[in-house]
């Protein structure tokens, strides 16, 4: 990778926009996946991925000037969202040395939680897979299956390793948004359930308006950005949860306001925040996940997730999600559910969504919100999104632990995990685990029950 200092060029750049910094090249790292029609017979694509934008430097077109520092814009070169985006460039990625983003082997992502760097140090990483160097790999995942391989034993309680899927523009709103330049090769036009309110450009603009630094190199402005999100994975070694959440729009939008749903409007947002999820440990089976459980996270193994449709065609109505899990070659079907009131199934469907809601007393936004059909509209066209993070609001107590943190956890849906809920407070986390890692490997679509042997 070498460094180019920008030339009068730049300076000559006068459209509005979101600029392409030149000061590092942007090379993607190389993740092939496979695509089957039955066991044995899938074919190689040549797919890459992209660090999201909100990682990477951002600068003044014209030179080494940050735009951006520590967790405020600078006023001169961003006194406004749209004089910002055409001042500013965001740069390319070393994605090694900065980000410690690395492909131990074809087929294989490994994704480091600290990383020292020259600047410091880097927290988490979120990458996208792209088919092309300017494009997003659109997934169509109605009667499909998407499988993958998992390294979680280095991931303790209060990480969160995650592979999902947002409704992202197939460009980065490169094309929707005059303001952006970059695009997808430089991880534009994020987008996911809870209207995420830190990302520093959206549709083409700055968020600047309202920003406020919230701790750290993270700020949160007036603006968010939301779309549909499947999670198939959001894990550490000692707990997970897969987990639809529909929005009311089918593709980016940007919110404000109300919109966003944020505290207060939590159920009158755009998106479902909660989402439907299923937790096998929340679900009442204890002893399912985790080190030396039925699947045991302290050492590799594989996940299916199938979309299945009520005619059994790539366009029908979604109708349920199952969920597989292959070890040491053994395919062990997801844990059933053991909760009053919830019948003993091992997959989402609407009705598992509404006994599950009404046992813990949550409100069914999901359901609100249009369900599994509002989920497998969007599921038509979806950005795959790989991340490891730690959770600066509530420590992945969500996932992990005990929450509401206040609530009994004899409480039928208060305890998800048996974490200690301090174990996921970011500074403690960052400190005591920055050799944290997750890796992923061997990413397949396919045709149901098409991309894994049973033995
Ligand atoms: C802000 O940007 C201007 C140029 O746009 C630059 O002259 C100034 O030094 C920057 N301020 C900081 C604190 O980086
Ligand atoms: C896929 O495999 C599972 C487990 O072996 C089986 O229960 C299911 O019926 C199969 N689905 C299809 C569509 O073949």
């Known amino acids: ?8 060029l730049s300076f000559a750049s006068l459209v509005l926009g979101q600029q392409v910094g030149t000061l590092t090249a942007e090379k993607h790292p190389s993740l092939p996946i496979e695509v089957c029609t039955a066991p044995g ?14 990682w990477r430097w951002t600068h003044v077109t014209s030179g080494y000037t940050n735009c951006y520092t520590g967790n405020a814009w600078n006023t001169t070169a961003c006194p406004d969202g749209k004089t910002c985006a055409a001042n500013c460039a965001i740069d390319g990625a070393d994605y090694e040395k900065t980000y ?25 990483s979120r990458v996208y897979l792209m088919a092309s160097d300017d494009k997003y790999r659109l997934f169509n995942l109605l009667n ?5 391989d998992v390294d979680v034993s280095k991931l303790p309680c209060g990480l969160n390793g995650a ?3 947002s409704e992202m523009d197939e460009d980065g709103g490169k094309s929707r948004f005059s303001g952006n330049k970059a695009g997808a090769k ?21 968020n600047v308006e309202g920003w406020g630094g919230s701790d750290g190199n993270s700020g949160t402005g007036n603006y968010g950005t939301c779309c549909a999100e499947m999670d198939i994975w959001e894990a550490n070694l000692d707990a997970t949860a897969y987990t639809p959440h529909p929005c009311k729009v089918n593709e980016q939008t940007r919110c ?22 299923f937790n096998s440990f929340r679900m009442g089976n204890k002893d399912f996940y985790g080190p030396e459980k039925t699947v045991d996270t302290s050492k590799p193994f594989t996940i299916v997730t199938q979309f299945v449709t009520d005619d059994g065609t790539d366009s029908g109505t979604l109708k349920s999600i199952h969920r597989f899990y292959v070890q040491d070659g053994k395919v062990i079907p997801n844990s059933e559910t053991v909760i009053e009131g919830v019948d003993p199934v091992n997959y989402i469907s609407d009705e598992f969504c509404q006994q599950q809601k009404t046992a813990f007393g949550d409100n069914n936004y999901f359901a609100t919100v249009g369900g599994m059909a509002a989920m497998g509209k969007s599921l038509e066209k979806m950005v795959l999104v790989l991340s490891v993070w730690d959770d600066h609001a509530v420590s992945m107590n969500w996932l992990d632990s005990n929450y509401p943190t206040d609530a009994d956890p004899s409480k039928p849906g208060v305890a998800r995990g048996r974490c200690d809920p301090e174990a996921g407070l970011p500074e403690r986390v960052e ?4 050799d944290a890692y997750v890796v992923y490997s061997n990413l397949k679509l396919g045709a149901i029950n098409s991309t894994f042997t049973a033995a």
Do not use: W
């Open 163 to 165: 592979v999902y899927f």
């Open 41 to 54: 017979s899938c074919t190689k694509e040549d797919t890459t991925v992209v660090l999201d934008a909100n």
């Open 256 to 277: 404000e306001g109300i919109d966003c749903g944020s505290g207060d409007n939590r159920y009158s947002g755009l998106c479902d925040k909660d989402g439907c999820d």
């Open 186 to 206: 430089y991880g534009t036009g994020y987008c996911d359930s809870q209207c995420p309110q830190d990302i520093k450009f959206i549709n083409g603009e700055a």
């Open 144 to 148: 499909k299956e998407f499988t993958f």
């Open 431 to 434: 400190k005591e685990h920055p």
């Open 100 to 124: 410690g983003i690395t492909t131990p082997q074809s087929g294989a992502l490994r994704l480091n939680f600290v990383t020292k760097n020259e600047n410091g140090q880097n927290v988490g």
């Open 1 to 8: 990778m070498y460094k180019r200092v920008a030339t009068a």
